[in-house]
DNA sequence: AATGAATGAGTGTTCATTCAT
DNA sequence: AATGAATGAACACTCATTCAT
């Protein structure tokens, strides 16, 4: 079994391009808020600290129910194993980050531009706020088996879609100007995504300049024209 | 513990945006050739199968036995633990894939844009020819401790410090106008290691497109001037 | 490892002068009674037992469960380590033979002969009573380490104490005239320790001609005055 | 598996009457002298070492070969099993053991009172001399099984009937006054075998001191007329 | 909804021993 | 006499899960 108690990677670390996609020592990312039904915020916010931790099958349901202030057996009261709790975890999160997202593209301009840079900004909004969920998110789906994976997958690919429907719109209209427009989506989902693995709370970017910055990556990358700096 | 038998995902995800990072029924990336002592490459690339398929926590070193067809216990006699295993995996990985990056940048031009673009062709095709090892080196890393754990990260700081490097010059030179050259190569290194979690060898694009439009990609992100296409 | 399926001992070399400590084929020496807390009272039992025949290392904790009659992993819920196990066996063992030997010199008279004299008795009753325990104790602590360890230490230092308290009062008081009072408690506990390692409950001497005899070694040891026999 | 790192115990544990037995940190007690058989008597040296800090079942083949400075192979050139390495060990300790003791019994004089102080005094002398080879004597016998053992325990009645002998023949011959004279040897022998579990070669008493102190208990113990100290 | 006790399958690792060289 | 590679059985311990209460 693995225990991490590996030391805080030292600060000129963090500023260095590594991306080691260390999760612990993390702020307790309060995914879930009181759900009404007894335990369940709880439990929930206590799998998301132990997988981020410890991953998936590292991580143990004494762990949880340890983190969650409850009984081992009592875990069992609320969800049937430990695959749906992982499921439960992660389809919490694509929700709250797929909403996010959806509402930054409808309060956006009409441009691709626009939307596009919105879009970047409240997905990397999302990864800083929940960094674990992120993390978990990434690392742990292939964990998932049957009904939960597909169901998660499926969520996903709708979010996703959000930022190729925009790429789609941005190169039929003339605005990106990237010959690769079928794959572009992905790559800057990637770059978002990957915020995850290094971001620091106490880094040198605050989150707004994070954000900015990737919104200004993404449209280069999509060959929008962009503003002399 | 997980048992992956989830049946294989329909050829219409594959092309999808979806970045699930499965690492399944992937052929048997040979990573390391005979090592001229006993078993000891067999062990290697088994375990990297195994690691692969079911994540280090999720593998054990009976399976691993078995794949490198010898016996549990031998394992031991080449390998003092399960975490010493993973990291040399992980170790030979990343030392194939900075040889690669080197060699490809040498042989570049003086000016940063073909050196950009050769050390991303050179890095998209070491993650298509070793994507299992790319997929464990970024998903396993974290189950790495102590000491081996400091010289990974240290090697691959040194693998990504090639990128840095250009970029920086390529700045410095005019060349890339990107006014966040601090975090760009990062940016980048996201979005190329991100291909190992989706390539398939039957897609739709070849070994070689891949690689061109992933340059395209970074030196676009880059900001540096590009051909009209 | 080792299974000790030796053939019983010859009779005849059971009156001889050798202590071989054999520890297997003793009664089932049910030091803890019920504890009120499900199956702990029968593991504690079948522990002393299984180190008893086999020896701390020598034993597994498969074999303690058996005997206890509860599965392996049961054993966990009670004890979290086979070393704490051990741990509480000798604690256990130690108290009761302390309370007794306290108790028996608090009856006593008021005179170190009085004093001594029953105290042997009651730790020869004990040993006798509690054969097994007492060669437990005595041979595995040395398995112990760390807290574990020096608070047993410090248990038996407490119960040799109470002799060596009565040799110096009664070298104090001239009841005794040996000129090496600082060592002789030693000597009589170690006496009366290795009564474990050869008595044999059809041996010779009944319980009590054993704890008499011994009484009067200790005393003439002490060079106390004795009767004419 | 136990690793008996514990910390030297406090000088002060030293002279309190405590016997735990510890085994560790001695100096290596060369018992064996060169054989003339290539690596014999650093094999039988290092098993003793070994023996004595983890016990038979806690050491190791691998660790007695570590310590004899060969390979684990190797030692089976030697003896054909660990339970026959054991055996050997105490062999040689016991006839060194024998041979001391008689030689000391033949060099006395004929009353029983000077056969038996010599024969304790030479018996104290190796329990110092071969302190660890003493410990292991006592407490790994019982890993020995079918002749070997059996062997060794004739062995070893040989050497404590020297001790019976002289008592017998005190008490028939009127030094010895002692009403249980079948079993007084025995405890006089527990007594002597005991120093090794707590002498330490930086103790208050020196090896003379020792020899005389414990001759004295026993003629004490065997009610001999002593001089008024 | 909550708990403590229980369990069978599994984990990484070590063991004494053997064998080919 | 000496070695490195190999093995099957065993080890202490942990796992997700169940059940009676």
């Not at 916010?45 to 997988?51: E, G, I, M, P, V």
């Amino acid at each position: 079994m693995i225990r991490q108690n590996h030391p805080p990677v030292p600060a000129v670390k963090r500023a260095g391009c590594t991306n080691l996609g260390d999760m612990n020592d993390r702020s307790p990312a309060l995914l879930v808020a009181d759900t009404g039904r007894g335990n369940e915020a709880a439990i929930l916010n206590a799998a998301l600290a132990a997988f981020g931790a410890q991953g998936f099958n590292g991580a143990s349901m004494r762990e949880v129910a340890k983190g969650a202030g409850t009984s081992l057996s009592n875990l069992y009261n609320y969800f049937p194993s430990k695959s749906h709790l992982l499921a439960e975890v992660l389809r919490r999160a694509n929700a709250e980050l797929e909403a996010r997202v959806r509402r930054a593209v409808a309060d956006a301009g009409d441009d691709a531009a626009s939307r596009m840079r919105e879009a970047v900004r409240a997905y990397v909004g999302f990864v800083v706020d929940q960094q674990l969920a992120m993390l978990v998110s990434t690392a742990e789906v292939r964990y998932l088996q049957g009904e939960d994976r597909s169901r998660l997958v499926a969520d996903r690919d709708r979010t996703q879609a959000i930022f190729a429907d925009i790429v789609e719109q941005g190169v039929a209209g003339g605005e990106f100007r990237t010959p690769h427009a079928a794959d572009a989506a992905r790559a800057v989902l990637s770059m978002v995504n990957a915020v995850a693995t290094w971001y620091r709370p106490d880094g040198r970017l605050s989150r707004g300049q994070l954000a900015e910055q990737h919104a200004r990556y993404a449209l280069a990358l999509l060959e929008a024209p962009l503003p002399r700096a």
